[in-house]
């Protein structure tokens, strides 16, 4: 069974930083992009970082320059360090990976 766990969500003051984790089970992610997404309450899931297997890595304009996605194949795990949070950025932060998707872990950052 394929598990993508998310961890290291909460709560945060405004310009704070929090690193969040993915952890993958059941298979290996080596070959394939895994991405980070968030989905604010009453709004839609939108992208913020991917991570290509061949090492691109790319990031939702608005998080360029505080957000650093990662990888460590080794032990199929995926990172996002997330620096200079915004109350806007409050959300529920999954993972995925080819098909699969985390439950998400829940990141509320206070003014």
């Known amino acids: 069974q394929v598990q993508l766990v998310e961890s290291g969500g909460g709560l945060v003051q405004a ?7 993915c952890a993958a089970s059941g298979r290996t992610f080596s070959s394939a992009n895994m ?3 968030r989905q604010a309450p009453g709004k839609e899931r939108e ?15 608005s998080v360029k320059g505080r957000f650093t996605i990662s990888r ?11 620096n200079s949070l ?3 950025e409050t959300a529920i932060y999954c993972c995925s990976a080819m098909e699969y998707w985390g439950q998400g872990t829940q990141v509320t950052v206070s003014s």
């Open 15 to 21: 310009g704070g930083s929090l690193r969040l984790s």
């Open 35 to 37: 991405g980070w997404y």
């Open 47 to 61: 992208f913020v970082a991917i991570s290509g297997y061949l090492g691109s890595t790319y990031y939702l304009e």
């Open 72 to 82: 460590d194949n080794a032990k199929n795990t995926l990172y996002l360090q997330m």
């Open 86 to 88: 915004k109350p806007k």
